[in-house]
């Protein structure tokens, strides 16, 4: 029992984190649909610095390798105000794309001296607590909100809308590239061509399971951490096939939205902020 | 007189030398990538074309199976010779390329239907993995062997139950724990099985999968395990004991060079099938080139004891007289020589016969000592 | 100095915009191809070389099918508000409903029209039932159809890897072939299954026609634009919804079977089936700016980029994530040329 709750936190720690980046940014009113591929980048930077000088400039490196990639996205969704949710999936293939022809020459070598995986986990509770007291404790926090609900009155009130999302991006890229980092140097040390497999987009939707709250997050990740682990625990254990295991997380996270009612989004998610609209 | 004769005969040779070169062209089914699969065959490739002066090679890398045909269409206007295809799902697509085609010749990797210009190429490890199930017995202290398994087709299936039959003839109690993680390559969810199966008490892993995730993760807790495709004990030199190691290179260089030489052309190939084992070269035991067990190991398997044919021998030795066995010109031993029985009872090789090719390649029965979920599984 | 929102914007602007980012595009792209080594001019050659021979257009062709089908619908669902993101899902669904038909029930004349209507129809169900987890539960229909594409690739395993695999496979993930009643007829000897072609042409001329000219189109137009006007003019929100769902998620099963029926002649492992088509189809139509009539354009327009990102790969050996480079680098472009053609910087004094 006690092994599938270690599974669940660590495991579901690398989700944690990336949800919790796209969590800020779309609590601000910016959807970010590109977290795998800047999951992807991230984990190949800081792949790449810790074999070059050590993991602590890994870790960095993947962290402002995501910070950066954030505002990148801002750049369209906010300098540009484009289309928010096709420039996220331009930004994951690019990601994804890039990292893969980039990362070519590391593939095959293993890591010499991996990060313990304790200390990013107990790191992504803080950030999660951290980003809690953020939104609700902060005047940034009561900044990032309002942009996010209503941009306009925010405009108003003097709020500087694009620096807030601006901020937010950053920041939220940065945690995003932090979940790359764990991935790479913590939870499988070494980089492969895909090695973020789809985690990246369960992170989305775990922004959605969340109801955009970052303590529920915490409970979202580890539940679907749990989960996956599970398939693997009761797999022969139980009369069901393997494939039916493989799909349960997926499937009980349809029941549990559907259980815990009408999920709750910001209300100028998605829309390009356009002073004088 | 005798200048000019002598001076044509030069230049003919020389014309004759340089040849054409031979161009082969390969399809890969995934990305190259750092293990597995197609990395092992792209290695293939290279030593092929250091090998062999007058070759030239092509790859394409990720082909889905419903765009191979489109692919050999491309590599034959671009002038390939050999198209080789490197994954069973583009039989249809090989056959039709083939009769498309019939002056280029085809090789299927673990194909099974051949044509006049279609021959089908395997490298198998059943062998490899007896050798590597007795070094798992042996080593094992819960008597829980792990195998994290892709898919659950004849091939894996066949591992899986040399390598039990290996573990079960050391210590006939031991257990082999099946999980199957449905892909080739997914390395979070060989992480998790492999997790899954440390936490049931596992203590040394096999797999197929393409990355060394198992080897990693494993070696974590301390759980010795055995490298797969690749030399992979640089990702764990204290905990990867052996393993199965391909070398693609010696088919290929072998075909090519008969097809250089006229042996193979694109009219006899009805009957050329390669199903290569370790007396061949194809396959090797060992955790890295020319390391057949990791001496870290070696004690501890000198140590260990089993009983053959009523006496007892040390594991080591066993392990060693059997692959020299088997890499001999005329190998006797075979895991798989009857009596065999599945995990339900049912007879499966009889007392005294070997499995034939056919049995091998349509195995879709479990050994005994196998645990958990094996699809598929004859009634 | 500010950047606001333009109204009006001059067809000049609109067109200088475009320029420019492509061109951007097309500069990162040359810088990307020359850190590997090759000519950007080379490689640019090969991205639209499909357009220079048969094979090639047979090629753009094969792809355009299915993200056709899928496009236009989703242009319709998108419109209306409804993101489907499970298109995946609904292809692998009719892919499975067309299997079904193909291998277990006795084979006639009247075996391809059933495998479409049972394919076409499961996906339809498919995509209803997150519609109806939306309008009974509030539950966002993006997290339920991406968690549902999930579901059916462990369906098709299951299936391959079980019950359905196929005597004559070798244990191998297949299912037997289909009997010759239920493969579709292709173009000479490419894989253009055109039937599905008609198919996807008659979805996009039917449903610009439904949105555009008929009072349900109308509806479905206002719910997309104007949520509370909708609400305002007592339209029924929920089963417009639910309707877009099940069209889109119907066409999506139609391209399933066709990919079956059409290409692969069995139902085998599902990645190899579904090839991210149904993602693709989202950026179809979204290019076709809520118009399915569009997808006509813009559905071989990504088909040709997808076919010369497979060129690129054949002729250089470039890995395959080029393709996802490329297609990202080109709508970041297109995206960015959309948002500035649309805004104007205006100089305060």
Same mark, same amino acid.
């Given at each position: 029992?006690?092994?599938?709750?270690?599974?669940?936190?660590?495991?579901?720690?690398?989700?944690?984190?990336?949800?919790? @980046?796209?969590?800020?940014?779309?609590?601000?009113?910016?959807?970010?649909?590109?977290?795998?591929?800047? $999951?992807?980048?991230?984990?190949?930077?800081?792949?790449?610095?810790?074999?070059?000088?050590?993991?602590?400039?890994? *870790?960095?490196?993947?962290?402002?390798?995501?910070?950066?990639?954030?505002?990148?996205?801002? *750049?369209?969704?906010?300098?540009?105000?484009?289309?928010?949710?096709?420039?996220?999936?331009?930004?994951?293939?690019? #990601?994804?794309?890039?990292?893969?022809?980039?990362?070519?020459?590391?593939?095959?070598?293993?890591?010499?001296?991996?990060?313990?995986?304790?200390?990013?986990? @107990?790191?992504?509770?803080?950030?999660?607590?951290?980003?809690?007291?953020?939104?609700?404790?902060?005047?940034?926090?009561?900044?990032?909100?309002?942009?996010?609900?209503?941009?306009?009155?925010?405009?108003?009130?003097?709020?500087?809308?694009?620096?807030?999302?601006?901020?937010?991006?950053?920041?939220?890229?940065?945690?995003?590239?932090?979940?790359?980092?764990?991935?790479?140097?913590?939870?499988?040390?070494?980089?492969?061509?895909?090695?973020?497999?789809?985690? #990246?987009?369960?992170?989305?939707?775990?922004?959605?399971?969340?109801?955009?709250?970052?303590?529920?997050?915490?409970?979202?990740?580890?539940? +679907?951490?749990?989960?996956?682990?599970?398939?693997?625990?009761?797999?022969?254990?139980?009369?069901?096939?393997?494939?039916?295991?493989?799909?349960?997380?997926?499937?009980?996270?349809?029941?549990?939205?559907?259980?815990?009612?009408?999920?709750?989004?910001?209300?100028?998610?998605?829309?390009?902020?356009?002073?004088?609209? | $007189?005798?200048?000019?004769? @002598?001076?044509?005969?030069?230049?003919?040779?020389?014309?004759?030398?340089?040849?054409?070169?031979?161009?082969a062209c390969f399809i890969y089914?995934?990305?190259i990538?750092?293990?597995?699969?197609t990395?092992?065959h792209d290695?293939?490739r290279k030593?092929?074309e250091?090998?062999?002066?007058?070759?030239?090679t092509r790859y394409v890398e990720?082909v889905?199976?419903?765009?191979?045909?489109?692919v050999?269409?491309?590599f034959?206007?671009?002038?390939?010779?050999?198209?080789f295809?490197t994954?069973?799902?583009?039989?249809?697509?090989?056959?039709?390329?083939?009769?498309?085609?019939?002056?280029?010749?085809?090789?299927?990797?673990?194909?099974?239907?051949?044509?006049?210009?279609?021959?089908?190429?395997?490298?198998?490890?059943?062998?490899?993995?007896?050798?590597?199930?007795?070094?798992?017995?042996?080593?094992? %202290?819960?008597? %829980?062997?792990?195998?994290?398994?892709?898919?659950?087709?004849?091939?894996?299936?066949?591992?899986?139950?040399?390598?039990?039959?290996?573990?079960?003839?050391?210590?006939?109690?031991?257990?082999?724990?099946?999980?199957?993680?449905?892909?080739?390559?997914?390395?979070?969810?060989?992480?998790?099985?492999?997790?899954?199966?440390?936490?049931?008490?596992?203590?040394?892993?096999?797999?197929?999968?393409?990355?060394?995730?198992?080897?990693?993760?494993?070696?974590?807790?301390?759980?010795?395990?055995?490298?797969?495709?690749?030399?992979?004990?640089?990702?764990?030199?204290?905990?990867?004991?052996?393993?199965?190691?391909?070398?693609?290179?010696?088919?290929?260089?072998?075909?090519?060079?008969?097809?250089?030489?006229?042996?193979?052309?694109?009219?006899?190939?009805?009957?050329?099938?390669?199903?290569?084992?370790?007396?061949?070269?194809?396959?090797?035991?060992?955790?890295?080139?020319?390391?057949?067990?990791?001496?870290?190991?070696?004690?501890?398997?000198?140590?260990?004891?089993?009983?053959?044919?009523?006496?007892?021998?040390?594991?080591?030795?066993?392990?060693?007289?059997?692959?020299?066995?088997?890499?001999?010109? %005329?190998?006797?031993?075979?895991? +798989?020589?009857?009596?065999?029985?599945?995990?339900?009872?049912?007879?499966?090789?009889?007392?005294?016969?070997?499995?034939?090719?056919?049995?091998?390649?349509?195995?879709?029965?479990?050994?005994?000592?196998?645990?958990?979920?094996?699809?598929?599984?004859?009634? | 100095?500010?950047?606001?929102?333009?109204?009006?914007?001059?067809?000049?602007?609109?067109?200088?915009?475009?320029?420019?980012?492509?061109?951007?595009?097309?500069?990162?792209?040359?810088?990307?191809?020359?850190?590997?080594?090759?000519?950007?001019?080379?490689?640019?050659?090969?991205?639209?070389?499909?357009?220079?021979?048969?094979?090639?257009?047979?090629?753009?062709?094969?792809?355009?099918?299915?993200?056709?089908?899928? #496009?236009?619908?989703?242009?319709?669902?998108?419109?209306?508000? +409804?993101?489907?993101?499970?298109?995946?899902?609904?292809?692998?669904?009719?892919?499975?409903?067309?299997?079904?038909?193909?291998?277990?029930?006795?084979?006639?004349?009247?075996?391809?029209?059933?495998?479409?209507?049972?394919?076409?129809?499961?996906?339809?169900?498919?995509?209803?039932?997150?519609?109806?987890?939306?309008?009974?539960?509030?539950?966002?229909?993006?997290?339920?159809?991406?968690?549902?594409?999930?579901?059916?690739?462990?369906?098709?395993?299951?299936?391959?890897?079980?019950?359905?695999?196929?005597?004559?496979?070798?244990?191998?993930?297949?299912?037997?072939?289909?009997?010759?009643?239920?493969?579709?007829?292709?173009?000479?000897?490419?894989?253009?299954?055109?039937?599905?072609?008609?198919?996807?042409?008659?979805?996009?001329?039917?449903?610009?026609?439904?949105?555009?000219?008929?009072?349900?189109? +109308?509806?479905?137009?206002?719910?997309?634009?104007?949520?509370?006007?909708?609400?305002?003019?007592?339209?029924?929100?929920?089963?417009?919804?639910?309707?877009?769902?099940?069209?889109?998620?119907?066409?999506?099963?139609?391209?399933?079977?066709?990919?079956?029926?059409?290409?692969?002649?069995?139902?085998?492992?599902?990645?190899?089936?579904?090839?991210?088509?149904?993602?693709?189809?989202?950026?179809?139509?979204?290019?076709?700016?809520?118009?399915?009539?569009?997808?006509?354009?813009?559905?071989?327009?990504?088909?040709?980029?997808?076919?010369?990102?497979?060129?690129?790969k054949l002729?250089?050996s470039?890995?395959?994530?080029?393709?996802?480079?490329?297609? @990202?680098?080109?709508?970041?472009?297109?995206?960015?040329?959309?948002?500035?053609?649309?805004?104007?910087?205006?100089?305060?004094?």
């Open positions: 029992m006690e092994e599938a709750l270690v599974r669940a936190v660590l495991f579901g720690t690398p989700m944690l984190l990336a949800s919790l @980046g796209a969590l800020l940014s779309e609590r601000g009113g910016v959807v970010n649909l590109g977290v795998e591929g800047m $999951m992807a980048l991230s984990a190949l930077a800081a792949f790449a610095a810790a074999l070059e000088a050590g993991p602590v400039w890994g *870790v960095l490196c993947g962290v402002g390798v995501g910070s950066l990639l954030g505002l990148f996205l801002g *750049v369209f969704a906010v300098f540009l105000r484009a289309n928010q949710f096709v420039a996220g999936l331009a930004l994951a293939a690019l #990601g994804l794309g890039a990292s893969g022809l980039l990362g070519k020459r590391y593939e095959g070598t293993p890591l010499p001296d991996p990060l313990p995986e304790g200390v990013l986990a @107990g790191l992504a509770l803080i950030l999660a607590l951290g980003l809690h007291l953020l939104l609700s404790r902060t005047r940034y926090g009561l900044y990032l909100r309002s942009v996010g609900e209503n941009p306009k009155a925010a405009d108003l009130f003097g709020v500087s809308v694009d620096g807030v999302r601006y901020l937010a991006l950053a920041l939220g890229g940065g945690m995003i590239g932090l979940a790359g980092a764990y991935l790479s140097l913590a939870y499988r040390p070494s980089w492969t061509d895909g090695m973020t497999s789809g985690l #990246g987009w369960v992170a989305i939707a775990l922004v959605i399971l969340a109801g955009w709250q970052p303590l529920r997050a915490v409970l979202g990740a580890y539940f +679907f951490g749990l989960l996956f682990f599970l398939q693997f625990r009761l797999q022969g254990s139980v009369p069901i096939p393997s494939e039916a295991f493989a799909a349960m997380p997926y499937l009980l996270v349809i029941l549990v939205l559907a259980l815990s009612g009408r999920a709750r989004a910001p209300k100028a998610l998605g829309q390009p902020f356009d002073r004088g609209r | $007189m005798r200048r000019i004769l @002598g001076l044509l005969l030069l230049a003919l040779g020389l014309a004759w030398a340089q040849g054409d070169k031979l161009k089914v995934g990305p990538g750092d293990a597995g699969w990395y092992a290695q293939g030593k092929a250091a090998a062999l002066p007058w070759l030239e990720s889905p199976e419903a765009q191979a045909l489109p050999i269409d491309r034959v206007r671009e002038g390939c010779q050999v198209i295809a994954s069973f799902g583009y039989m249809e697509a090989v056959l039709e390329g083939a009769k498309k085609y019939p002056n280029v010749i085809f090789a299927h990797a673990t194909g099974v239907k051949r044509a006049p210009n279609v021959a089908t190429y395997m490298a198998d490890f059943y062998q490899v993995y007896y050798l590597n199930g007795l070094a798992a017995g042996a080593l094992s %202290k819960t008597g %829980k062997v792990g195998y994290v398994a892709a898919f659950p087709i004849p091939e894996v299936k066949r591992h899986i139950n040399a390598f039990t039959l290996g573990v079960r003839a050391v210590n006939p109690k031991a257990q082999v724990l099946v999980r199957w993680i449905n892909a080739w390559y997914d390395p979070a969810k060989a992480r998790e099985a492999t997790e899954a199966l440390l936490a049931q008490g596992a203590d040394v892993f096999a797999f197929t999968e393409d990355t060394p995730t198992v080897i990693q993760t494993a070696a974590k807790k301390g759980a010795y395990s055995f490298g797969h495709y690749t030399p992979m004990l640089k990702f764990a030199p204290d905990h990867v004991v052996s393993g199965q190691i391909v070398h693609w290179d010696v088919i290929y260089i072998d075909f090519l060079k008969k097809v250089k030489e006229g042996v193979y052309t694109a009219k006899n190939l009805q009957n050329v099938d390669y199903f290569w084992l370790l007396q061949h070269k194809a396959v090797e035991m060992g955790a890295d080139y020319g390391v057949p067990i990791n001496p870290k190991h070696v004690p501890l398997l000198q140590k260990a004891e089993m009983t053959v044919g009523g006496k007892k021998v040390s594991v080591y030795d066993r392990i060693m007289s059997l692959l020299k066995d088997m890499q001999s010109p %005329k190998p006797t031993f075979d895991p +798989f020589t009857g009596p065999i029985q599945d995990r339900k009872g049912v007879v499966r090789i009889p007392a005294g016969k070997k499995a034939t090719l056919q049995e091998l390649l349509t195995m879709e029965w479990a050994a005994p000592g196998v645990v958990g979920d094996w699809p598929g599984e004859p009634k | 100095m500010r950047w606001e929102l333009d109204p009006s914007p001059s067809p000049w602007k609109v067109f200088l915009a475009y320029s420019l980012f492509v061109a951007l595009a097309l500069l990162l792209l040359g810088l990307l191809f020359r850190l590997y080594g090759v000519s950007p001019l080379k490689a640019y050659g090969l991205l639209l070389s499909p357009l220079g021979d048969s094979l090639g257009l047979a090629e753009v062709g094969r792809r355009t099918i299915p993200l056709l089908l899928i #496009g236009a619908g989703l242009a319709l669902a998108f419109r209306v508000g +409804f993101f489907n993101i499970g298109a995946e899902g609904q292809l692998l669904m009719g892919a499975v409903g067309g299997t079904y038909v193909a291998l277990f029930l006795p084979p006639g004349p009247w075996t391809l029209p059933l495998m479409f209507l049972l394919g076409g129809g499961l996906g339809a169900v498919w995509s209803g039932l997150a519609a109806w987890l939306r309008v009974r539960f509030g539950a966002n229909e993006i997290l339920t159809t991406l968690m549902q594409n999930y579901l059916v690739y462990y369906l098709v395993v299951y299936l391959v890897a079980g019950p359905w695999k196929g005597q004559m496979v070798f244990g191998f993930l297949y299912t037997d072939r289909f009997p010759p009643e239920a493969q579709l007829p292709r173009l000479g000897d490419t894989l253009v299954h055109w039937p599905t072609l008609l198919l996807g042409i008659a979805a996009a001329l039917g449903l610009q026609l439904l949105l555009f000219r008929t009072p349900l189109g +109308f509806e479905w137009r206002v719910l997309g634009e104007n949520p509370e006007a909708a609400r305002y003019l007592g339209l029924k929100g929920g089963r417009l919804i639910l309707l877009a769902a099940l069209l889109s998620g119907f066409l999506a099963g139609l391209a399933g079977v066709g990919e079956v029926a059409g290409i692969h002649l069995r139902l085998l492992e599902p990645a190899q089936i579904s090839l991210g088509y149904g993602f693709t189809a989202i950026l179809v139509a979204w290019l076709a700016r809520g118009r399915p009539l569009w997808a006509l354009f813009t559905a071989p327009l990504l088909g040709l980029i997808l076919a010369g990102g497979d060129a690129l002729a250089l470039m890995p395959f994530r080029v393709v996802d480079v490329v297609a @990202g680098l080109l709508l970041l472009s297109l995206i960015g040329a959309e948002a500035l053609s649309q805004r104007r910087l205006v100089w305060r004094r």
